[in-house]
């Protein structure tokens, strides 16, 4: 089957940087469905909603990938006794919050938003900054990856092709220098704040699960968040796989799939490389990423209460 190389080109933008598929191509983005207003406790958090502190993280239409790196409730079990601060760090997915969303998101008093997308992406679709949040800049993603995803042509080329880019964010020169900037940016400022790419699962999903690893948490519960992306942006998942299927046919989107969402063997590979490259998430962070003793102290201190 030959597929029409524009295809090819939103389709690899898709799998490894998070772009809306086919944005630019004629094709519209989903309206995303109705959310609650706040989390209520029943999705990923490792407590109940009873004895969380404060209100949860808004559940927001116009960025459903946004939530709390925390958890929801009264955070995810960490070590020794501890749960994850709640409040503190935030992920999502591109950062174009609606009027009535921006309204939720200065309540939280957010000081940082930190774009992890290439500029490409930027001018696509810019961030919507809250008033007195600074706004940085620090892609994550190298290289000419839509060339490599152009061979893509079954599901499960597809998801190699999606495991072998979480390697790289162990792997890559460039990826870790970028992503230890971001976790040492996060341990240096003050505030809550919030990191997010295009779809808020995968540059945004490895980030995440770093940060959980170096709290403590079990990789299990780590899994879970990881995999929760899946149901925040459930709606809008499927409305882009039915534009698929009504401009390319069935046949396309079964091979792409894999990408729009994410799949366990995604994260598993990236923790795979980690333990096989560094033994562990903190020599992962000093010796893979160049961080000092004294910021993932920092950075530790702040993800624990």
């Avoid at 990938?65 to 958890?71: A, I, L, Q, S």
């Avoid at 309204?103 to 997308?117: G, K, N, P």
Wanted: net charge negative; hydrophobic share 40%.
């Amino acid at each position: 089957m030959t597929i029409h190389h524009k295809f090819l080109r939103a389709a690899a933008a898709t799998a490894v940087a998070g772009v809306t598929l086919f944005s630019g191509y004629g094709v519209a983005q989903a309206d995303p469905a109705p959310v609650l207003p706040f989390d209520t406790g029943s999705s990923g958090g490792s407590g109940s909603s009873g004895d969380a502190v404060g209100p949860g993280a808004p559940r927001l239409a116009s960025v459903d990938n946004f939530r709390d790196v925390g958890g929801t409730g009264s955070g995810y079990a960490a070590a020794e006794g501890h749960r994850v601060s709640r409040g503190v760090f935030y992920r999502a997915n591109a950062f174009t919050p609606s009027d009535a969303d921006l309204v939720a998101l200065q309540s939280l008093r957010l000081t940082v938003v930190y774009d992890l997308r290439t500029p490409e992406e930027i001018e696509e679709n810019p961030d919507r900054v809250p008033e007195g949040a600074a706004y940085r800049n620090i892609p994550i993603l190298t290289g000419d990856i839509e060339e490599a995803a152009r061979q893509v042509r079954t599901p499960e080329e597809a998801r190699e092709f999606a495991r072998t880019m979480y390697r790289t964010f162990v792997t890559g020169a460039a990826e870790r220098a970028a992503i230890g900037q971001l976790l040492t940016e996060l341990a240096d400022a003050e505030g809550p704040q919030v990191f997010h790419c295009n779809a808020g699962k995968d540059r945004t999903g490895w980030v995440a699960a770093t940060l959980l690893g170096l709290a403590g948490v079990d990789r299990d519960t780590i899994m879970s968040d990881f995999l929760l992306s899946n149901e925040y942006s459930a709606a809008s998942i499927k409305e882009r796989r039915d534009q698929i299927v009504a401009q390319y046919g069935e046949q396309v989107a079964r091979i792409y799939d894999p990408l729009l969402g994410v799949e366990a063997s995604y994260l598993n590979a990236a923790l795979a490389q980690m333990d096989q490259s560094y033994g562990s998430v903190r020599s992962y962070l000093t010796d893979g990423l160049g961080m000092t003793d004294g910021t993932v102290a920092k950075l530790r201190a702040k993800l624990l209460r």
